[in-house]
């Protein structure tokens, strides 16, 4: 790094601390409502139960979110090309949002407009797109976060956002569950409450507005998706840490196709209405919350790759505890567990990745990471569909345990702490 190049660090890093409680601020509050959509979009209740609504079809329930996840596979190395070059990427960020909470927007306009089966092809595209958005989003809001907030202080926010959103989504979750579902508001409960987690997520994208983002001091030259493409040999070849830590993280999101199907073998074992169905969602999301805020503060203080390692291994334990559930309170326990375990697996999966290299490539780095994950989850879901019609939900879960239990190793044996080289 030469003397000019160093000077624009400095102003870069100035500007960073100077706007620090602003932008952390703002972050928090995009946290408390907009992520609650996101929240009950990708609970394993909602939207499973809705879309086995439609059909009473294991292997739909797994079409349609494996719809979701190709999206989420398909745009991340689009969205590394559209920010890359830009010295701010806010607007990016804004107008990605915009466009993601549209398709949530869609998901419930559908399900009050339309009748099965045009419900159901309406929900999986509205899925697909909702994916395709939320993968762009991924690489820009995480980019912008590893942007405007130290490492130091990221596990934290992190945490506090995690658990602000928390709070908001479970109570939704809880009066969705009891109210909307239950009493079949709007003549569909489900897409009423799509509909009330899009109003309160759209107030949430408004707070990134508030985001004082400083030009980028370097950034790449504009280039085209097949040349970044070429670029992902180099970018694995450089790094071995970074390639053994996300093949590992792909192979852990297998554990993602028994997700949509937690609710579905709760409900084979006990007997579980619209209240319960939102109490489980509060206990899942509440629980993903309270964690988040613990493993942000373990982040700080040990990493993000504990995190990771702590959280897998809670996530793979209740997912077994789930197997062995009798009563509607080891459900709620273990629900509360899976909340806890897949929050934390999430939150350090997206973190870690910020640590490994240089900010030059770290909008790739992002993408290739979040795509290979995808596929792997887009897959998989529609394998854990068709798994548990052909076979048993109890298949299900052993792959995907098994899976995790290979990541797990892979991390705790070859990935070294990024902030301990």
Same mark, same amino acid.
């Given at each position: 790094?030469?003397?000019?190049?160093?000077?624009?660090?400095?102003?870069?890093?100035?500007?960073?601390?100077?706007?620090?409680?602003?932008?952390?601020?703002?972050?928090?509050?995009?946290?408390?409502?907009?992520?609650?959509?996101?929240?009950?979009?990708?609970?394993?209740?909602?939207?499973?139960?809705?879309?086995?609504?439609?059909?009473?079809?294991? $292997?739909? &329930? %797994?079409?349609?979110?494996? @719809? #979701?996840? +190709? /999206?989420?596979? !398909? *745009?991340?190395?689009?969205? =590394?090309?559209?920010?890359?070059?830009?010295?701010?990427?806010?607007?990016?960020? $804004?107008? &990605? %949002?915009?466009?993601?909470? @549209? #398709?949530? +927007? /869609?998901?419930? !306009? *559908?399900?009050?407009?339309? =009748?099965?089966?045009?419900?159901?092809?309406?929900?999986?595209?509205?899925?697909? $797109?909702?994916?395709?958005?939320?993968?762009?989003?991924?690489?820009?809001?995480?980019? !912008?976060?590893?942007?405007?907030?130290?490492?130091?202080?990221?596990?934290?926010?992190?945490?506090?956002?995690?658990? $602000?959103?928390?709070?908001?989504?479970?109570?939704?979750?809880?009066?969705?569950?009891?109210?909307?579902?239950?009493?079949?508001?709007?003549?569909?409960?489900?897409?009423?409450?799509?509909?009330?987690?899009?109003?309160?997520?759209?107030?949430?994208?408004?707070?990134?507005?508030?985001?004082?983002?400083?030009?980028?001091?370097?950034?790449?030259?504009?280039?085209?998706?097949?040349?970044?493409?070429?670029?992902?040999?180099?970018?694995?070849?450089?790094?071995?840490?970074?390639?053994?830590?996300?093949?590992?993280?792909?192979?852990?999101?297998?554990?993602?196709?028994?997700?949509?199907?937690?609710?579905?073998?709760?409900?084979?074992?006990?007997?579980?209405?619209?209240?319960?169905?939102?109490?489980?969602?509060?206990?899942?999301?509440?629980?993903?919350?309270?964690?988040?805020?613990?493993?942000?503060?373990?982040?700080?203080?040990?990493?993000?790759?504990?995190?990771?390692?702590?959280?897998?291994?809670?996530?793979?334990?209740?997912?077994?505890?789930?197997?062995?559930?009798?009563?509607?309170?080891?459900?709620?326990?273990?629900?509360?567990?899976?909340?806890?375990?897949?929050?934390?697996?999430?939150?350090?999966?997206?973190?870690?990745?910020?640590?490994?290299?240089?900010?030059?490539?770290?909008?790739?780095?992002?993408?290739?990471?979040?795509?290979?994950?995808?596929?792997?989850?887009?897959?998989?879901?529609?394998?854990?569909?068709?798994?548990?019609?052909?076979?048993?939900?109890?298949?299900?879960?052993?792959?995907?345990?098994?899976?995790?239990?290979?990541?797990?190793?892979?991390?705790?044996?070859?990935?070294?702490?990024?902030?301990?080289?």
């Amino acid at each position: 790094m030469n003397r000019i190049e160093a000077d624009a660090e400095a102003v870069f890093a100035a500007e960073v601390r100077a706007n620090l409680r602003r932008n952390y601020l703002a972050h928090l509050c995009h946290g408390l409502l907009g992520q609650t959509g996101m929240r009950l979009i990708n609970a394993p209740t909602f939207v499973p139960a809705y879309v086995f609504a439609l059909t009473g079809s294991e $292997l739909a &329930v %797994g079409v349609a979110r494996g @719809l #979701q996840y +190709l /999206g989420m596979f !398909l *745009s991340p190395v689009a969205g =590394a090309t559209v920010i890359e070059h830009r010295h701010r990427v806010v607007p990016v960020a $804004l107008w &990605v %949002g915009a466009l993601m909470r @549209l #398709q949530i +927007l /869609g998901l419930a !306009l *559908s399900g009050l407009l339309l =009748a099965p089966p045009a419900a159901l092809i309406a929900t999986s595209l509205f899925l697909g $797109l909702f994916g395709t958005f939320l993968g762009v989003q991924g690489v820009a809001f995480n980019f !912008l976060v590893a942007k405007v907030i130290p490492v130091e202080r990221r596990g934290l926010l992190v945490g506090l956002r995690n658990a $602000l959103s928390g709070v908001t989504a479970a109570g939704v979750a809880i009066y969705a569950g009891r109210v909307l579902v239950e009493r079949d508001v709007l003549g569909n409960g489900y897409a009423a409450t799509f509909l009330l987690a899009f109003v309160l997520t759209s107030f949430g994208l408004a707070m990134i507005a508030f985001v004082r983002e400083p030009d980028s001091p370097r950034v790449r030259t504009m280039s085209r998706f097949s040349d970044r493409l070429r670029d992902l040999p180099a970018l694995l070849r450089s790094d071995r840490d970074f390639t053994r830590y996300f093949m590992a993280r792909a192979l852990a999101v297998t554990g993602r196709m028994a997700v949509p199907f937690y609710w579905i073998y709760a409900r084979s074992r006990l007997e579980l209405t619209g209240s319960r169905l939102g109490e489980l969602t509060a206990a899942f999301i509440i629980a993903q919350s309270v964690g988040n805020l613990a493993w942000g503060v373990l982040a700080d203080r040990m990493g993000f790759r504990v995190v990771f390692l702590g959280s897998l291994g809670l996530w793979m334990l209740s997912a077994l505890l789930l197997l062995e559930t009798e009563t509607y309170l080891r459900l709620v326990l273990v629900f509360a567990g899976l909340g806890a375990g897949l929050g934390g697996f999430q939150m350090s999966a997206q973190n870690l990745v910020l640590e490994f290299g240089s900010r030059h490539n770290l909008p790739l780095r992002i993408a290739v990471a979040n795509s290979a994950s995808e596929l792997v989850a887009a897959g998989g879901a529609v394998a854990g569909g068709a798994l548990a019609v052909w076979l048993s939900l109890e298949v299900v879960f052993a792959v995907a345990i098994g899976s995790q239990a290979v990541a797990l190793v892979i991390v705790l044996v070859s990935v070294r702490d990024p902030r301990a080289q």
